[in-house]
C-alpha cells in the first residue's frame, strides 16, 4: 500500500491521535522556526560585530590557523591513544591540552601587543608549545610523509599568527619592529642600479652632468692656482669646456634659472671647501649667554609703561634671568603663538601685551615685536592703522573710539 493510502488510512481509524500528532507537529515547527531564527540574529550579530570590520586577510589568517589547528589537535588525538593509551572520556577531556594552552597564550599575547606594543613572553610560549605540538603529533607518524605533514601543521598557524599580529603592530604603532639592513633594494641602491629619491631618469642625469661641470671648474681652478703648466691648463679647460657644451645641450642649462642655481650652488660649495674648518658651530647644550641690554643714554632707566593713561612706571630689565636654550625656545613659541592668535584677531598686541601674557621680560618682548611687525599680515595692519587714523606704531599707541558705535580700533583693525 502507499504511504498516502497508509496515512489516510491511520486517520481514518484514529482520527483522535492524529489530530494530536499533527498539532505536536506544528508545535515542533514553531520550535524550530523560533530556534532558527534566534541563531540567525546570533550569526548575523556575531558577523557584523567581529567579521565584518576585519580585514580580508585577517579572517582568512583565522580560518587557516583554525584549519592548521584541528589537524595539530587530530595528530595529538592519535597521540593520546596510542602512545599515552588514554581511551573514552579521559581521552575526549585530554587529547587536546596543549592546543587550548597554545590559543590561550595566543590571546594573551595579542593583549600586550595591544597594551604594551610586544607580545612578550606569551609570544614566545606560542611557539614553543606549537613546536612541541608539532613534535609529538609527528612521533605517531606511520609514514616520512605523515610525519612531515604533522610538523607542517602546527608551524603553518604559528606562523600566521605571528604575520597576523606584525600587521596590527604596524597599525598601532605605525612602524615596524625592525629594518633590516640588507635588502633587495639597498642592494640595488649600492650597486647603482636603484635611485634612492624619487627623481627621475631626466633629473637624474641633468644633475650628474651639472656636478661633472662644477667639478671640472674646481679642477681648473685648482690647477691654475699652483701654477701648473700650460698643457695641463688646456686639458683641464678642454675637460670644463667639453662638460658644459654637453650640459647646456641634455639639461636646458641656457635657459633654466633653477638649473643655473643648482649649478652655481654646486661651484660654490666646491670653492669653499677649505672653509669648512674654520667654522666655529654652536655648542646646542651649552646655556645661553647672558644679555645685557645697551640703554640710550638720552632714555632713564625707567620708561613709561605702554598704558600711559594709568602713569604706571614699568623698569627695564637690566639684568634679565639666565634661561637655558630650551625655556628659551619655548618661551618664543608661546609669544609667537600669542602673536599669530592676536593677528588673526586683526589686533597688532604691543610689547607690554606680549611680555604680560607670557612672562618675559619687556625688552625680550619688544625685540620679538620689532621683528614680528614686519612680516606681511602686521605691516598691512600697522600701515592701515597710519593711512586711517594718522598713528604712527610705537607699540605704544592706544585704541581708538568713535562717536557712531563704540568700535575698538588697534593698528588699523576694528571690533564691535
Request: glycine share 6%.
Amino acid at each position: 500500500m502507499p504511504p498516502i493510502d497508509q496515512i489516510s488510512a491511520f486517520a481514518s481509524d484514529k482520527p483522535v491521535i492524529t489530530v494530536i500528532i499533527c498539532v505536536i507537529g506544528l508545535a515542533l515547527l514553531g520550535l524550530a522556526y523560533i530556534a532558527l531564527r534566534a541563531v540567525y540574529r546570533v550569526g548575523n550579530q556575531f558577523f557584523h560585530r567581529y567579521v565584518a570590520p576585519r580585514p580580508a586577510e585577517d579572517i582568512l589568517t583565522v580560518v587557516a590557523a583554525s584549519i592548521a589547528t584541528g589537524v595539530s589537535a587530530q595528530g595529538m588525538w592519535r597521540f593520546s591513544g596510542d602512545v599515552l593509551g588514554f581511551d573514552g572520556p579521559l581521552r575526549l577531556l585530554l587529547f587536546a591540552f596543549i592546543e587550548v594552552a597554545v590559543i590561550t597564550s595566543a590571546v594573551r599575547a595579542r593583549r600586550n601587543m595591544r597594551e604594551n606594543y610586544s607580545a612578550g613572553i606569551d609570544g614566545i610560549a606560542v611557539w614553543t608549545l606549537t613546536g612541541l605540538s608539532a613534535v609529538l603529533s609527528s612521533m605517531d607518524a606511520r609514514s616520512l610523509a605523515e610525519a612531515v605533514f604533522r610538523l607542517a601543521a602546527p608551524l603553518v598557524a604559528a606562523w600566521l599568527w605571528e604575520r597576523g599580529m606584525a600587521i596590527e603592530r604596524h597599525r598601532i604603532t605605525g612602524r615596524h619592529r625592525i629594518n633590516w639592513r640588507l635588502t633587495p633594494e639597498r642592494m640595488l641602491v649600492r650597486v647603482g642600479l636603484a635611485e634612492v629619491s624619487d627623481r627621475t631618469a631626466s633629473e637624474v642625469d641633468a644633475h650628474r652632468r651639472l656636478t661633472r661641470v662644477a667639478l671640472a671648474a674646481k679642477r681648473a681652478r685648482a690647477l691654475r692656482e699652483t701654477g701648473a703648466s700650460d698643457r695641463k691648463m688646456r686639458g683641464a679647460l678642454t675637460k670644463l669646456d667639453r662638460a658644459m657644451d654637453r650640459a647646456v645641450e641634455h639639461t636646458g642649462l641656457a635657459v633654466d634659472s633653477n638649473r643655473q642655481e643648482a649649478l652655481l650652488s654646486q661651484i660654490g660649495a666646491l670653492y669653499n671647501t677649505s672653509a669648512l674648518i674654520d667654522l666655529s658651530p654652536p655648542v646646542p647644550w651649552a646655556p645661553e649667554p647672558e644679555e645685557t641690554p645697551q640703554l640710550s643714554p638720552a632714555l632713564p632707566a625707567a620708561v613709561l609703561d605702554d598704558d600711559d593713561d594709568e602713569g604706571e612706571v614699568e623698569m627695564l630689565d637690566v639684568t634679565p634671568p639666565v634661561v637655558d636654550t630650551a625655556q628659551r625656545a619655548a618661551l618664543m613659541r608661546a609669544a609667537r603663538e600669542y602673536w599669530d592668535k592676536q593677528i588673526e584677531r586683526k589686533f597688532v598686541p604691543r610689547a607690554a601685551d606680549i611680555a604680560h601674557e607670557i612672562g618675559i621680560s619687556l625688552t625680550t618682548a619688544r625685540e620679538y615685536r620689532a621683528l614680528w611687525k614686519l612680516e606681511p599680515r602686521a605691516h598691512a595692519l600697522i600701515e592701515a592703522a597710519y593711512n586711517e587714523h594718522g598713528i604712527i606704531d610705537t607699540g605704544t599707541f592706544p585704541a581708538i573710539e568713535t562717536q557712531q558705535e563704540r568700535i575698538l580700533t588697534v593698528n588699523g583693525s576694528s571690533h564691535g
